[in-house]
């Protein structure tokens, strides 16, 4: 073995063995060998939370965490926020290319075509009580997807998959906009095909009485960057949900619940939500240091800071302070955006978040915009879920064609009772049924 090599000696048996390394990686597989006699399992690893353990191969998003790099299919995140559309980039992370024009013409249409939803879907969705979290029904609802599309199952398929991915891209607005619409107690509004993929969601969300829905060129465009930005982020913990469920053979609407389920907690896309609630909490500017020195002293998170793998300012990050001035000139300044920036001012300076590296991230700002927009917090997450779902079926995609994945099935470490004798009823003591 060459120079790419890793030796390990075990000193239990003081056998040494020489592991390759590929890509600065070991395999873990490699190290089963590895064992005390004939008996024994072989070696594994400990990885709590993935911290240190690439589950597989990808050529979708590339982070660098360090730099503050993000790039999709190599091509950097600005950039393509400044030149694309939404689709043009959700056809780009789910197939590796940005598309020709006429591509992209096929592309829109088909993703035009699929933004309707089944009467009895919309009847399903009428059934959610008028204070349902938009997330819980998001979720329910693109699950609910794979009843009235059982061909999806057919995973192995091709033309299949690029179906079922064009509908529940078509549709996750659709959805998205009717939650919103019943929490407000309002009709939905049906898709218009003359408008674009933001356009046609702010006419679904707050089109009213009028016979054309106008939508505001500058917060549509503001939506699409966003949605751009939101489009993949490579192993987060959704996109981890997406291809273990996916990985079963499940199918694209069961595994898209999933990931969205993931995306729900406040550690993930719901930290958008969060932030906010934490904004109002610190009310106003002058107390954001004391907030701060309670987050200092463990009381709570700083809300939208920290990244397990950005450890620099979160690029989007960047992106969406900027896009945030164009918003603020139709919208007028978000009261909120002076404590969002004083605290960001007074973290960025401060031992505790300098020596943890702990950085503003995508769902700082991101929240600040939408309630400019109009949007309250509740649906944020949504907001999230909507671009998320092309790099979910993007990950999903490249797992079914990847040949070295199987179903995802973790090890353990078994750490509780070895075997005892069942214990009937009335022999059982407190200690017993507490412990249990
Ligand atoms: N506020 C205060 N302290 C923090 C924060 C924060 N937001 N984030 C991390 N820390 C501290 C943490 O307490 C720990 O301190 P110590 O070393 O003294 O124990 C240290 O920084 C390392 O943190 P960690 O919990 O080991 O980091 P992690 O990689 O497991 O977690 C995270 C990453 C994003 C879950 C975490 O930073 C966090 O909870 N942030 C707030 C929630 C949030 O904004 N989430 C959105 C993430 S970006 C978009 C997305 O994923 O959807």
């Not at 873990?28 to 005390?36: F, P, S, V």
């Not at 090890?411 to 509780?416: D, E, K, L």
Request: charged share 20%.
């Amino acid at each position: 073995m060459g120079n790419d090599a890793l030796s390990i000696l075990d000193k239990r048996t003081q056998t040494t063995y020489e592991i390759p390394i590929n890509k600065g990686t070991i395999r873990a597989m490699d190290l089963r060998q590895i064992k005390t006699g004939p008996d024994d399992f072989g070696l594994m690893t400990y990885d709590p939370a993935f911290m240190n353990t690439a589950s597989c191969q990808s050529a979708i998003t590339f982070i660098d965490g360090d730099k503050g790099i993000l790039r999709y299919r190599g091509y950097p995140i600005d950039q393509l926020a400044e030149k694309c559309t939404f689709l043009e980039v959700a056809y780009l992370v789910l197939f590796g290319e940005l598309p020709t024009e006429s591509q992209l013409k096929e592309w829109v249409n088909g993703i035009t075509y699929h933004t309707m939803l089944h009467e009895t879907t919309k009847h399903f969705l009428e059934g959610f009580r008028y204070d349902a979290h938009p997330m819980g029904m998001l979720v329910s609802t693109v699950a609910a997807l794979s009843t009235v599309y059982p061909e999806a199952r057919n995973v192995h398929d091709p033309q299949n998959r690029k179906l079922q991915i064009m509908r529940l891209i078509g549709k996750m607005p659709t959805i998205a906009a009717y939650t919103y619409r019943h929490s407000l107690g309002y009709p939905y509004i049906y898709p218009d095909n003359d408008l674009s993929y933001a356009e046609n969601f702010m006419n679904m969300l707050w089109k009213m009485v009028e016979p054309k829905y106008q939508a505001n060129p500058v917060l549509a465009r503001a939506l699409d960057i966003l949605f751009i930005l939101h489009a993949d982020h490579e192993q987060n913990c959704s996109a981890n949900a997406m291809r273990a469920v996916g990985s079963s053979f499940a199918d694209p609407y069961l595994s898209t619940a999933a990931a969205a389920a993931a995306l729900s907690g406040p550690l993930h896309g719901g930290a958008n939500e969060e932030v906010l609630k934490m904004l109002d909490v610190i009310g106003s500017k002058d107390k954001v240091p004391a907030y701060i020195e309670k987050v200092k002293a463990g009381q709570f998170k700083l809300m939208g800071f920290g990244h397990r793998v950005y450890k620099n300012y979160d690029p989007r990050a960047k992106i969406i302070k900027w896009a945030a001035t164009n918003v603020f000139e139709v919208t007028g300044k978000n009261p909120k955006l002076e404590i969002a920036l004083e605290l960001e001012r007074i973290a960025l300076e401060d031992e505790y978040f300098v020596k943890r590296k702990l950085y503003p991230n995508v769902d700082f700002y991101s929240g600040i915009i939408y309630q400019a927009m109009g949007f309250k917090p509740e649906i944020f997450t949504v907001l999230f879920a909507i671009p998320r779902t092309a790099g979910w079926l993007a990950q999903w995609q490249e797992l079914l064609m990847d040949p070295e994945q199987k179903i995802a099935r973790p090890r353990q470490i078994y750490i509780g009772y070895g075997e005892r004798d069942f214990v009937p009823i009335e022999q059982r003591g407190v200690a017993a049924a507490v412990t249990a």
